[in-house]
T-cell receptor
Framework: NAGVMQNPRHLVRRRGQEARLRCSPM?????VYWYRQLPEEGLKFMVYLQKENIIDESGMPKERFSAEFPKEGPSILRIQQVVRGDSAAYFC????????????FGSGTQLSVL | DQQVKQNSPSLSVQEGRISILNCDYT??????FLWYKKYPAEGPTFLIS?????DKNEDGRFTVFLNKSAKHLSLHIVPSQPGDSAVYFCAASFLTGANSKLTFGKGITLSVRP
């Protein structure tokens, strides 16, 4: 049973480009969460999605960031017109029931903006 | 507004001794608490959790204590081993609510000296 799969592991973008981060949850999990870890910081919640629905996006910056979890395929975190401050590790997590119990995390995508 | 606080950024202990990692929270509505361990370039992995109806939960070398009146929890590792060297994150959630996201602290870097 594969764990949470994130790709790419490393992504380098120049300022102004778009970044697309993909996350495939564990088999049987329909709840996906995205977190961001800035250097020397903890894990900051960004968005919580179920299939085809955004449940909580209170941690998402108002501009340039969007997320989706379509009926088929992985969840996508999209960052438009990246800036240097977007450089961070982005982690995806999934859970089977969405009950507030433990989340299973992927290995993350390290985004570097030049 | 930091709802989960890990005020000590680092801790160094001798192999074989006890490691005590502390965590405080401000929201009394949290009813489930978790500890995650994270190695560099990897995603966080679940370690141990405790429900607010308990004050202690033990799993092998790891014990979590919860003091609800003080809004404080701690993770005890005994005996500490060099492989325990990692960043430890405290997290909290609402088991009974509709939003199942975890709120994390900034983490504590534990170094276990051989």
């Amino acid at each position: 049973n594969a764990g949470v799969m994130q790709n790419p592991r490393h992504l380098v973008r120049r300022r102004g480009q778009e970044a697309r981060l993909r996350c495939s949850p564990m088999k049987g999990h329909s709840h996906v969460y995205w977190y961001r870890q800035l250097p020397e910081e903890g894990l900051k919640f960004m968005v919580y999605l179920q299939k085809e629905n955004i449940i909580d996006e209170s941690g998402m910056p108002k501009e340039r960031f969007s997320a989706e979890f379509p009926k088929e395929g992985p969840s996508i975190l999209r960052i438009q017109q990246v800036v240097r401050g977007d450089s961070a590790a982005y982690f995806c997590a999934s859970s089977p029931l969405g009950t507030g119990e433990k989340l299973f995390f992927g290995s993350g995508t390290q985004l570097s903006v030049l | 507004d930091q709802q989960v606080k890990q005020n000590s950024p680092s801790l160094s202990v001798q192999e074989g001794r006890i490691s005590i990692l502390n965590c405080d929270y401000t929201n009394s509505m949290f009813d489930y608490f978790l500890w995650y361990k994270k190695y560099p370039a990897e995603g966080p992995t679940f370690l141990i959790s405790i429900s607010s109806i308990k004050d202690k939960n033990e799993d092998g070398r790891f014990t979590v204590f919860l003091n609800k009146s003080a809004k404080h929890l701690s993770l005890h590792i005994v005996p500490s081993q060099p492989g325990d060297s990692a960043v430890y994150f405290c997290a909290a959630s609402f088991l009974t609510g509709a939003n199942s996201k975890l709120t994390f602290g900034k983490g504590i870097t534990l170094s276990v000296r051989p």
